[in-house]
């Protein structure tokens, strides 16, 4: 397994540079009404979007969770959790989203008003209850490898949102052409589980070479390892993206026909 420039003192280097780099604070200098309203109102939320308290104190619950289980990581694994058994608490704190970044997701499908989410890892079931909350009427697809976390998070996902998800179990590959299949117009396709270069490029390139007039691809930890640095600046040097934004810790890619392309390294 490649880990090269994956540890933490080079994520804190690429992290500093990537402030340094940053433009573009509450949408200062973006001259796309489109991309301005993105980047204003809803990565910095000027429009005051708020999270159900449902979904916040799920997530605040499974801190402090001390319950432990087996991990079969079918990706790349994890950077700082190490073993096949682990706390609940101990992975929403190493491995989950933050609530900063979980608000982030939920702001974007409040924004985007998507058709179908695709989420592939759905890990603990964390960032899909904030995608998914998100997400209106929706139709909600989430994968997960491992069977354990597949199993915890059906059996502890927030109970006002649950009945609109489809949690499966398998691996990505297993379930790969029923996921490309549901993507159409308006689509949202969240990529977490595997920071490999040639799995990561393989999925976001079945999605946006599929000519879908509007999709957006979230990619997570973007700088993990120089292998996901790679992936991510291929995918958004390609010319089916339209705009591609870099949070450091997510990487969002759209398609939008018509728009000028656009690269932004955001301070988020």
């Known amino acids: 397994m490649n880990h090269t420039g994956s540890g933490k003192l080079s994520i804190i280097l690429k992290y500093l540079r990537h402030r340094l780099a940053s433009r573009y604070r509450n949408g200062y200098g973006v001259h796309s009404p489109y991309l301005y309203a993105l980047v204003r109102n809803v990565i910095f939320n000027r429009a005051d979007i708020q999270v ?65 989410v695709l989420e592939f890892g759905t890990g603990l079931g964390i960032s899909t209850s904030y995608l998914a909350s998100g997400s209106g009427n929706a139709e909600i697809v989430t994968i997960e490898g491992s069977p354990e976390k597949h199993k915890y998070a059906v059996h502890n996902f927030p109970g006002g949102i649950s009945k609109k998800v489809d949690f499966r179990s398998g691996t990505f590959a297993d379930h790969f052409e029923v996921m490309l299949n549901r993507a159409g117009e308006r689509t949202i396709v969240f990529i977490d589980g595997d920071h490999r270069y040639q799995s990561t490029m393989d999925k976001v390139r079945a999605f946006l070479h599929r000519d879908l007039e509007n999709i957006m691809v979230i990619l997570d930890d973007i700088y993990w390892s120089d292998e996901m640095e790679r992936a991510w600046k291929a995918c958004f040097a390609d010319p089916k993206v339209d705009i591609s934004l870099d949070l450091f810790h997510f990487g969002i890619l759209i398609r939008k026909p018509g728009i000028v392309k656009q690269h932004l390294k955001i301070k988020f």
């Open 52 to 116: 159900p308290e449902e979904v916040l104190l799920s997530h605040r619950k499974l801190r402090r969770d001390p319950v432990a289980i087996e991990v079969d990581d079918r990706g790349a694994g994890s950077l700082t959790t190490r073993g096949a058994r682990r706390t609940i608490g101990s992975m929403v704190k190493h491995s989950s989203v933050t609530e900063k970044q979980g608000t982030l997701l939920y702001r974007l499908c409040s924004w985007y008003q998507p058709a179908t």
